[in-house]
């Protein structure tokens, strides 16, 4: 199992936690971005730049994230795509995405891409503190001991 990272806006503290985690577990983390980033030496962490075409980074994900591979996105329809693959998928703010609820989070997206296209909502996502850094190390801590388990057995 990998963690796949969609690094293009992925906060500095997901990837500290993340690097810490991959080293600590010996599990392999891919950061997968369209500019150049940096990462301690280790045989755990890879990076792959791709090109700056739009979702280039999402369609590089999608193409080699297989069952059970975990997957750090904010990209709701990246999220959409992977889940019915078997991959486990959670957002920067420690949220999941699953069979049960993709549906639904797709369809608010897109009513609120509607209403900021049309003027009616302005603003984008709130800011990122210590509460939503806690909500994502505690789900992908959760997440990453589950699927390494799975991967023991």
């Known amino acids: ?19 810490s ?24 962490l890879s990076f792959i730049q791709v090109n700056k075409e739009l979702d280039a980074a ?7 994230a297989k069952k059970f591979d975990l997957v750090i996105t904010q990209d709701i329809l990246l999220a959409h795509l992977l889940v019915p693959a078997g991959a486990v998928v959670i957002d920067p703010r420690g949220k999941k995405y699953t069979e049960d609820n993709i549906g639904e989070v ?9 209403l900021r296209d049309s003027g009616e909502i302005t603003g ?4 990122y503190g210590d509460r939503e850094k806690r909500a994502f190390a505690a789900s992908f801590d959760q997440e990453l001991t589950r699927l390494l388990r799975i991967g023991a057995s």
């Open 1 to 19: 199992m990998k963690i796949w990272v969609d690094a293009d806006a992925c906060p500095g503290v997901v990837k500290d936690i993340i690097v």
């Open 58 to 64: 999402d369609l590089y994900i999608k193409e080699h």
């Open 124 to 127: 984008g996502s709130k800011q």
């Open 106 to 114: 797709v369809s608010t997206r897109n009513l609120m891409q509607g």
């Open 21 to 44: 985690a991959a080293i600590r577990r010996t599990t392999e983390a891919v950061f997968v971005a369209n500019k150049p980033l940096s990462l301690p030496n280790s045989p755990y």
